[in-house]
């Protein structure tokens, strides 16, 4: 063969495998583009996970009480305070007042029965519980914030000896 051929051939040889290495990886990101569709769909249908499960077959029991507060008034007498949100709000508070609580224990709040954080709550105290958009505390609907407290602070194993909850409405800000 003479040295053009051989040339030639090189060449063609070369752009051959140079097109299969490239359909080859346009084969494999396609596919990494379908697993991540496909995680973030399952992402999205997760439910979060409680850190302390809420007590199943509770009822409200002691002498505490909650009062959820928002600048539409407050879940006193019943009442269902709202809180207006937008789909991008990541992170948003109400006004919690704890009433007549035992301050030796340890307060669970949790929100739509998926544990929240702990408090120290006694006769009478104010804070604010987050609600978040990952936890699905913000989307529209009405929800609920419960405080728990446990015997020996033992959110497992402990019985309750405290609950109370209120109810709080998310509606859609325009």
């Known amino acids: 063969m003479n040295k053009l051929a051989k040339g030639l051939l090189v060449t063609a040889l070369a752009t051959?495998?140079?097109?299969?290495?490239?359909?080859?990886?346009?084969?494999?990101?396609?596919?990494?583009?379908?697993?991540?569709?496909t995680s973030s769909q399952e992402n999205a249908t997760k439910k979060p996970?409680?850190?302390?499960?809420?007590?199943?077959?509770?009822?409200?029991?002691?002498?505490?009480?909650?009062?959820?507060?928002?600048d539409s008034g407050s879940s006193e007498n019943g009442n269902v305070p709202v809180v207006f949100a937008s789909s991008d709000s990541l992170l948003i508070q109400i006004g919690l007042d704890a009433y007549n609580f035992d301050g030796g224990k340890q307060s669970f709040i949790y929100v739509?029965?998926?544990?929240?954080?702990?408090?120290?709550?006694?006769?009478?105290?104010?804070?604010?519980?987050?609600?978040?958009?990952?936890?699905?505390?913000?989307?529209?609907?009405?929800?609920?914030?419960?405080?728990?407290?446990?015997?020996?602070?033992?959110?497992?194993?402990?019985?309750?000896?405290?609950?109370?909850q209120a109810k709080y409405e998310i509606k859609e800000k325009k």
């Open 16 to 37: 051959s495998v140079l097109g299969v290495a490239a359909c080859g990886n346009q084969d494999s990101s396609s596919k990494t583009e379908d697993t991540k569709q």
């Open 49 to 70: 996970v409680s850190k302390y499960p809420f007590p199943s077959d509770i009822k409200e029991s002691g002498d505490a009480k909650i009062v959820l507060t928002s």
């Open 112 to 164: 739509d029965k998926i544990f929240s954080t702990t408090e120290q709550f006694g006769e009478e105290t104010s804070t604010n519980v987050d609600l978040d958009q990952e936890m699905g505390h913000l989307k529209p609907g009405v929800h609920t914030v419960s405080i728990v407290q446990f015997e020996n602070d033992d959110p497992k194993k402990g019985a309750v000896t405290v609950y109370t």
